[in-house]
């Protein structure tokens, strides 16, 4: 199941596909009991798929078996084991992936000539996704992070490793040889090597960059200057040898602490745009900011979710969900709208905005 979205990623998602494109989204849950009931919702819901595209009369019946079979595919797939808070399934001639998300979905089955990409992106707006590279003489592993978690990132030729001639890393350690190592040529090739492969992923994923490592190899990536210059330094030795949980332990501290000071700077600029008359609150408001492109920076509580449906196209009223015409992920729509013209998008904690009704937005003009 793929996690990870990356810019490159996106536009091949949203580019045109031969009819029928189908999106298939399920809520989805973490743990028991609620689990064993995703796996009947699953099947449920692509069967609902498999029934819409029976009873479509522009759908051929070569292409009907070509998708159902990739429907099948993507099922076949799915481990709930692993499952987070919302599951997407996309199914063309042809393809098939399967998404899992730290975002919830509404349960929905859309055909079109292209994916339904908008859960997607505001789930990894949500995520506030950064990279945690951990160095070392020998080895140099990538970590994709988010609020929650670190995993290991195998991309771009991560992880990097190095033979060494009776090289015994831990032995150095503890007779105070480590920095030498250090200053070795061939470390510093090693090092120059990982930075040269870490502007790579930046140039096509950008994200915060977090770097562990020892003292001394922190100094050396500074004085090589590359894409790493600009990382938060953390000095901790020993885990690009180390599990994700060591990497997480070492690295939560500092993304709360940045998490938090966010979530001031955020509130600070809602109070001066409240002030300058150039804010929006509330989901109708901030909608209808939002398809003008008048937002610059947009919040959202973390779990805030609302049902509407519209009211002569100007207006959005609330709905109760599986109402005609009800928009049970209105938010996850804004949410991309303001990304797709260029504005600044924060999911701050629940409460955060509890005056402005869980959505703000600070307006350009």
């Not at 793929?2 to 580019?15: D, G, K, M, Q, Y």
């Not at 090589?224 to 000095?235: C, E, F, M, N, S």
């Not at 938010?331 to 303001?338: G, T």
Request: include cysteine; proline fraction near 5%; charge should be negative.
């Amino acid at each position: 199941m793929e996690h990870a979205l990356s810019p490159t990623t996106l536009i091949e998602l949203r580019r045109p596909r031969p009819y029928p494109a189908v999106s298939v989204l399920t809520p989805t849950h973490r743990r028991e009991p609620y689990r064993a009931q995703d796996q009947v919702r699953l099947r449920n819901v692509v069967a609902e798929a498999k029934k819409q595209l029976e009873a479509d009369p522009s759908v051929t019946r070569e292409r009907r078996v070509d998708v159902e079979r990739q429907l099948d595919q993507a099922l076949a797939e799915v481990d709930l084991t692993y499952a987070e808070d919302g599951l997407v399934i996309f199914a063309a001639p042809g393809e098939h992936q399967v998404w899992s998300l730290a975002r919830t979905v509404p349960e929905r089955v859309v055909l079109s000539d292209t994916f339904l990409t908008r859960n997607l992106v505001s789930a990894e707006a949500a995520e506030r996704p950064f990279w945690v590279l951990s160095v070392s003489p020998d080895r140099v592993t990538l970590w994709t992070g988010s609020p929650d978690r670190v995993t290991e990132a195998r991309i771009g030729g991560f992880p990097l490793t190095r033979r060494f001639d009776n090289f015994d890393a831990e032995r150095q350690e503890r007779i105070g040889d480590m920095p030498s190592t250090f200053r070795d040529e061939g470390t510093r090739h090693f090092l120059k090597d990982a930075d040269s492969a870490m502007s790579a992923i930046l140039r096509d994923n950008p994200r915060p960059l977090y770097i562990t490592g020892e003292q001394a190899a922190l100094s050396l990536l500074d004085e090589i200057g590359g894409a790493t210059k600009d990382a938060v330094h953390v000095p901790h030795g020993g885990l690009a040898h180390g599990t994700h949980e060591a990497v997480w332990q070492a690295i939560r501290p500092l993304v709360t602490a940045e998490d938090l000071r966010n979530t001031v700077a955020v509130a600070r600029e809602l109070e001066a745009a409240r002030g300058r008359k150039a804010f929006a609150a509330g989901v109708d408001e901030v909608w209808r900011s939002a398809r003008e492109g008048r937002i610059r920076l947009l919040a959202v509580e973390e779990n805030y979710r609302v049902t509407v449906r519209g009211e002569g196209g100007d207006h959005l009223i609330p709905a109760e969900s599986g109402e005609l015409d009800a928009r049970e992920d209105i938010v996850d729509e804004i949410v991309e709208q303001c990304l797709e013209t260029g504005a600044e998008v924060r999911f701050v904690p629940d409460g955060t905005l509890s005056d402005s009704q869980g959505i703000a937005g600070v307006l350009r003009y």
